[in-house]
């Protein structure tokens, strides 16, 4: 069974000695819970693939606990980065840059570009200052599941297979980290979170794409599908009617809906909650209600519609 900690001074430096020691440790941070360890290390970081059964074409995000270590994994910080982690780091949103040397291919996938964030969860922060490295960490599940958001979640996708697992409680936000590209001329959002469209303009003071199609994946959860539970995910439109089709009617199914929530906040915090509680209590259909397609719930939205599609 995997040892799961409190986030003591004294626990956090067992988990960061375990990094520095080239192993892998799962950690709360405020979007989900990451699958961390040293992204200097080849060795290190194919240990977090293999305990995914993650593609090696899929990137990671590498975390860090103080801007000035962005100069140690980016040969190039434009403007456009330097306002943006002004006012937006610690905080849940990913940063594309040219990579430096330093970085091993396989943290990116054999691109030339790096995604770095910094969470907002002192844990987490404490974790990546400790360590004394930038963190290479996806979500802390097996790869294609929804993402854990609490330590139990973690517990159960892997069990006796990892040393640590450094217990925050619930995460705050829910869902994964905005990514935005400024390695190019034209800032793109690669994948939607907390942090919005219409936020990044407004710091940037310019427009800003969003990338929905790739034919490699530039970001994590640019995969076809992704986040999905075991039972089958169907989902209707913001306000619809659930109304099952033909073939999943006598089936055990469960409703997700915007109805019981006091905010798409709230929703997006236990989306993937509850996806994993339809799992553990046996329910072979989610019907799934969208948000209002507007700020996080156009995240939320990205979500839900990966966590149906088909193969």
């Given at each position: 069974?995997?040892?799961?900690?409190?986030?003591?001074?004294?626990?956090?430096?067992?988990?960061?000695?375990?990094?520095?020691?080239?192993?892998?440790?799962?950690?709360?941070?405020?979007?989900?819970?990451?699958?961390?360890?040293?992204a200097?290390?080849?060795?290190?970081?194919?240990?977090?693939?293999?305990?995914?059964?993650r593609?090696?074409?899929?990137p990671?995000?590498?975390?860090?606990?103080?801007?000035?270590?962005v100069?140690?994994?980016?040969?190039?910080?434009?403007?456009?980065?330097?306002?943006?982690?002004?006012?937006?780091?610690?905080g849940?949103?990913?940063?594309?840059?040219?990579k430096?040397?330093?970085?091993?291919?396989?943290?990116?996938?054999?691109?030339?570009?790096?995604?770095?964030r910094?969470?907002?969860?002192?844990?987490?922060?404490?974790?990546?200052?400790?360590?004394?490295?930038?963190?290479?960490?996806?979500?802390?599940?097996?790869?294609?599941?929804p993402?854990?958001?609490?330590?139990?979640?973690?517990?159960?996708?892997?069990?006796?297979?990892?040393?640590?697992v450094?217990?925050?409680?619930?995460?705050e936000i829910?869902i994964?980290?905005?990514?935005?590209?400024?390695?190019?001329?034209?800032?793109?959002?690669?994948?939607e979170?907390?942090?919005?469209?219409?936020?990044?303009?407004?710091?940037?003071?310019?427009?800003?794409?969003?990338?929905?199609?790739?034919?490699?994946?530039?970001?994590?959860?640019?995969?076809?599908?992704?986040?999905?539970?075991k039972a089958?995910?169907?989902?209707?439109?913001?306000?619809g009617?659930?109304?099952?089709?033909?073939?999943?009617?006598?089936?055990?199914?469960?409703?997700?809906s915007?109805?019981?929530?006091?905010?798409?906040?709230?929703?997006?915090?236990?989306?993937?909650?509850?996806?994993?509680?339809?799992?553990?209590e046996g329910?072979e259909?989610?019907?799934?209600?969208?948000?209002?397609?507007?700020?996080?719930?156009?995240?939320?939205?990205?979500r839900?519609?990966?966590?149906?599609?088909?193969?």
């Amino acid at each position: 069974m995997s040892n799961i900690l409190s986030p003591t001074p004294h626990n956090i430096q067992l988990c960061a000695n375990a990094i520095k020691n080239g192993e892998v440790v799962a950690f709360c941070t405020e979007t989900v819970y990451g699958l961390g360890a040293d992204a200097f290390s080849i060795d290190a970081v194919k240990k977090i693939f293999s305990l995914k059964g993650r593609e090696e074409d899929n990137p990671l995000i590498v975390h860090i606990s103080d801007i000035s270590q962005v100069h140690e994994l980016a040969r190039e910080v434009p403007d456009r980065a330097l306002k943006l982690m002004q006012k937006l780091m610690p905080g849940p949103i990913s940063i594309v840059l040219k990579k430096s040397k330093k970085v091993p291919g396989i943290v990116t996938a054999g691109l030339d570009t790096v995604a770095i964030r910094m969470p907002r969860n002192a844990s987490a922060l404490e974790l990546i200052k400790h360590s004394g490295i930038p963190i290479a960490a996806p979500s802390a599940n097996i790869s294609g599941t929804p993402s854990p958001t609490i330590a139990q979640h973690v517990e159960n996708d892997f069990k006796n297979k990892l040393q640590f697992v450094l217990d925050g409680g619930q995460c705050e936000i829910g869902i994964e980290s905005s990514v935005i590209d400024l390695s190019g001329s034209m800032p793109r959002i690669l994948r939607e979170g907390k942090v919005t469209k219409e936020e990044i303009e407004a710091v940037l003071g310019e427009k800003v794409e969003v990338l929905t199609n790739s034919n490699k994946p530039l970001s994590p959860g640019m995969k076809y599908k992704h986040y999905a539970p075991k039972a089958q995910v169907i989902f209707i439109e913001h306000g619809g009617y659930p109304i099952l089709p033909v073939g999943l009617r006598g089936k055990k199914v469960k409703i997700i809906s915007m109805k019981n929530c006091i905010s798409t906040d709230e929703y997006a915090k236990n989306l993937f909650l509850n996806f994993r509680k339809a799992d553990d209590e046996g329910y072979e259909v989610i019907v799934c209600e969208l948000a209002r397609d507007a700020g996080i719930g156009r995240a939320i939205n990205n979500r839900i519609r990966k966590a149906s599609s088909k193969m």
